[in-house]
């Protein structure tokens, strides 16, 4: 093997764990919804997201592989996107504490004063079927989107960490 061919699997190395790390978190949400039964709110919906961004971005990272300055733009890219997760997740986690209130499609403000049965029926059917601020799901006292946020600041800290030292892969 020659030196240019090691170099370019090494670099494969990040952008591959990035992309592992964006599926495994989807993976365990679908997991959690399809087998688990734990439907998802909105806002678990939108942390899903990111999470699709960083499974892209890992994908054309390892195709970026042996361009050192395109895989570190890949790289931070990927970092800020789970850095939006992050900050999803802590949104959420304060709406499940109650903290603040949760974006419109989160909650019922439906008021019930005046409405004919057929918009009442319209309205309800309008509602969100699951809840943003009860938590589906708590371990220890922790619910999914604090473990979320956890997950992604530690994945958005390891990849920016790589990505601004400049190294793609364990040396």
């Known amino acids: 093997m020659t030196a240019m061919t090691l170099q ?7 952008p591959l764990l990035v992309t592992l790390a964006g599926l495994a978190s989807l993976a365990i949400a679908f997991a959690s919804q399809y087998w688990g039964g734990l439907q998802p709110c909105v806002l678990c919906w939108y942390q899903r997201y990111p999470y699709m ?4 971005l890992g994908i054309l990272g390892v195709i970026a592989a042996g361009r050192p300055g395109l895989l570190r733009l890949i790289l931070l890219l990927a970092a800020l996107a789970f850095f939006v997760d992050a900050g999803i997740a802590a949104f959420h986690v304060g709406v499940e ?11 019922s403000t439906l008021d019930l ?21 009860k938590p ?6 922790i619910s999914m989107a604090g473990y979320n946020f956890v997950y992604a600041a530690l994945c958005g800290l390891a990849t920016l960490w790589f990505a601004a030292r400049g190294r793609t892969a364990a040396a």
């Not at 961004?53 to 892209?56: L, T």
């Open 8 to 14: 370019t699997s090494a670099d494969r190395r990040l």
């Open 53 to 56: 961004a960083v499974a892209a």
């Open 97 to 107: 504490q109650h903290w603040w209130a949760g974006t419109k499609e989160c909650g």
């Open 113 to 133: 004063n005046n409405l004919s049965p057929e918009e009442l029926t319209k309205r309800l059917l309008e509602q969100p079927l699951v809840p943003c601020d």
């Open 136 to 141: 589906a799901w708590t371990m220890f006292g």
